[in-house]
């Protein structure tokens, strides 16, 4: 029997979904929430909007620190779709600086994008 050979974007999906899944993550998106329940890039816009998630400003993916709240915006859906097309098509540039445990998160305020 043959069975398919996982591809590279599978692999990478569902090691991106355990951390979104896992409860550190979750209480941690939470809390941040309760703290930021307005969109910052839509507030940032002037605009009124509810948080649906939390957004890591420097990807995880290029050494942006995970659980620095420095590093953490609070987005609506529509604003975390924009910025992961951005991300994709490598058109978001974020001036970062690194923290204590040499993680990387942004330097000065975050622009509207
Ligand atoms: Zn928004």
Redesign the pocket.
Do not use: G, K
């Given at each position: 029997m043959n069975y398919a050979k996982p591809t590279y974007r599978q692999d990478y999906q569902s090691t991106s979904n355990n951390f979104y899944n896992n409860r550190k993550w979750k209480g941690f998106s939470m809390d941040y929430r309760k703290n930021n329940p307005?969109?910052?890039?839509?507030?940032r816009?002037n605009?009124v909007?509810l948080?649906k998630v939390c957004d890591h400003i420097v990807a995880m993916k290029v050494g942006g620190a995970k659980y620095d709240k420095a590093n953490i915006q609070a987005?609506?859906?529509?604003?975390?779709q924009?910025k992961r097309r951005m991300e994709r098509d490598g058109k978001i540039v974020i001036d970062f600086k690194t923290n204590e445990a040499g993680e990387l998160i942004p330097r000065g305020e975050v622009q509207v994008f």
């Open positions: 307005l969109c910052e890039n839509c507030t816009a605009i909007a948080a987005l609506c859906r529509h604003c975390d924009r």
